[in-house]
């Protein structure tokens, strides 16, 4: 796809800095670059100018670099002037250009094109805006590796897999009388085991670096003067949260966002849940219970010293099915030996002292492990809920294709399945992607890339 059009759009961040960038892309960047410049950039060579206002005065003095199509991130013809930094400098430059043709960018329209012009896949275009997003060293490592292609080369393997499979079978559909019984033939059903297996291993690593990538949502709750805000401070290594000895100290949700090794930890320190009259402790009970709906894991604690039997919250204090592990606090006070301990029949419980740190390195690596969490190993890559979504379809097409060969015998459900199992595959990199996803998708980048 080649756009009929040329767009335009601040590259740099806002504010006031030492350098500006105005990025253009499309046909008419050339005539922009003659008209503002005085001359066409030679390709790929910096070239010092002013950039000249309608009046022909300079607006800015600066570099420009000129990429001829297809050499360059769009695959268009790509004009970028660096300028200096100052809001009203970059205003005045851009309404230049806006003047001489271009238009205002969307929101992740370079990035679109230089998907649509085959330069990046999908995976590719959305690894750019990880990288930019990133907030700690291991998601802008898994970010980078996925921008250089590491998740799109296994999406890539498997669909070739998937289509040498679905040649083969619908060959044997369309052209009966070649007297192709692929049903005898038990490299169809090694080749789809292959397929699942190697799937599934692709979504494990798939999980591992959405985790990365969106970290874990910690709900910390428990009751009135049990340390939940003195936990939020020894996590976070700072004084967050206000600590008393009087239950109800915190009455709204307070958060932090903390690392953990590279993995990133949004936690909540929230009012404890008890009944009260007070209507500001009750809407802060109201919103520790709407948080902890949401959350990956709650950390529900109790003092060790009152906890009677396991001390796990009683069945109307939390919803069904949330993650929850145990936190026995006050060990210092009780005597209790720190550590995790695994139950059958019930949640993780961790025996810990928050005053005095003892326990909370068993609770960190507990963390990990539940996030799945084991750095930033090689091969690992930055991937969205999406793809995983996307990785799950196909594992379960794949399952069915080889149930209905094993049990069914039935070439055309087989067929169906594998098909599917690669429009599932395919959505990843962008083979088979709906306009509709791709508005979603770059709508999210910020303007200018």
Same mark, same amino acid.
Request: proline share 5%.
């Given at each position: ?35 503002? =410049? ?8 910096? #070239? ?12 800015? $003095? ?24 100052? %809001?009203?400098? =970059? ?28 330069? *990046? ?9 990880? =990288? ?9 490592? +898994? ?23 679905? $040649?083969?079978?619908?060959?044997? +559909? ?11 033939? %038990?490299?169809?059903?090694?080749? +789809? ?5 190697? #799937? ?24 009135? &003067? ?5 936990? *939020? &401070? ?12 009087? %239950?109800?100290? #915190? ?8 690392? +953990? ?19 500001? @402790?009750? @809407? ?39 993650? =929850?592990?145990?936190?026995? &606090? ?10 995790? $301990? ?56 794949l399952r069915a294709a080889l149930a209905v060969f094993t049990e069914q015998r039935s070439a055309e459900l087989m067929a169906e399945d594998l098909r599917q199992a690669q429009?599932? *595959? ?6 088979? #992607? ?16």
């Open positions: 796809m080649t756009a009929r059009d040329t767009i335009a759009a601040v590259a740099t961040a806002p504010g006031h800095g030492g350098i500006g960038i105005i990025r253009v892309s499309g046909p008419a960047a050339g005539s922009i670059a003659a008209a503002l =410049l005085g001359q066409v950039p030679r390709p790929r060579q910096a #070239t010092l100018r002013p950039f000249a206002g309608s009046d022909g005065a300079p607006i800015d $003095t600066g570099i420009a670099l000129y990429f001829p199509a297809p050499h360059s991130f769009t695959g268009e013809d790509v004009l970028e002037l660096q300028g200096h930094g100052g %809001p009203v400098v =970059l205003d005045l430059l851009l309404g230049r250009v806006l003047e001489l043709g271009a238009r205002p960018a969307r929101a992740g329209e370079f990035s679109e094109r230089a998907f649509l012009e085959g330069r *990046l896949d999908l995976a590719q275009a959305e690894a750019i805006a990880d =990288l930019i997003d990133s907030t700690t060293a291991a998601q802008a490592r +898994l970010a980078t590796r996925t921008l250089q292609g590491v998740l799109s080369r296994r999406v890539d393997v498997l669909l070739e897999g998937l289509i040498r499979l679905r $040649t083969f079978v619908e060959a044997a +559909l369309d052209f009966p009388e070649e007297d192709i019984d692929f049903l005898a033939d %038990p490299r169809v059903r090694d080749d +789809l085991a292959r397929l699942t297996e190697a #799937t599934g291993d692709l979504l494990a690593d798939a999980h591992h670096g959405e985790r990365v990538r969106d970290g874990l949502l910690l709900v910390i709750a428990g009751p009135p &003067n049990a340390g939940k805000s003195s936990l *939020l &401070n020894r996590l976070a290594g700072s004084e967050v949260a206000i600590v008393t000895a009087l %239950p109800g100290t #915190t009455r709204d949700l307070l958060r932090t966002d903390i690392q +953990l090794d590279g993995l990133p930890l949004r936690i909540i320190d929230t009012a404890g849940l008890r009944s009260s009259d007070d209507p500001i @402790e009750q @809407e802060g009970v109201r919103r520790a219970r709407a948080q902890i709906a949401q959350a990956d894991r709650v950390l529900w604690i109790v003092d060790d010293a009152l906890a009677a039997g396991v001390a796990e919250p009683a069945a109307d204090q939390l919803p069904a099915g949330v993650p =929850l592990t145990l936190l026995r &606090n006050k060990i210092d006070l009780t005597g209790r030996p720190p550590g995790l $301990t695994r139950r059958d029949d019930g949640p993780a419980e961790i025996a810990c002292s928050v005053r005095t740190g003892a326990g909370l390195d068993a609770l960190r690596a507990h963390l990990k492990a539940i996030a799945g969490y084991r750095g930033v190993a090689a091969g690992a890559f930055s991937a969205r809920r999406r793809h995983l979504d996307a990785l799950r379809r196909t594992e379960g097409h429009r599932a *595959l395919g959505e990843i990199t962008g083979t088979f #992607t709906s306009d509709d996803l791709l508005g979603r998708i770059f709508g999210e980048f910020c303007i200018g890339k």
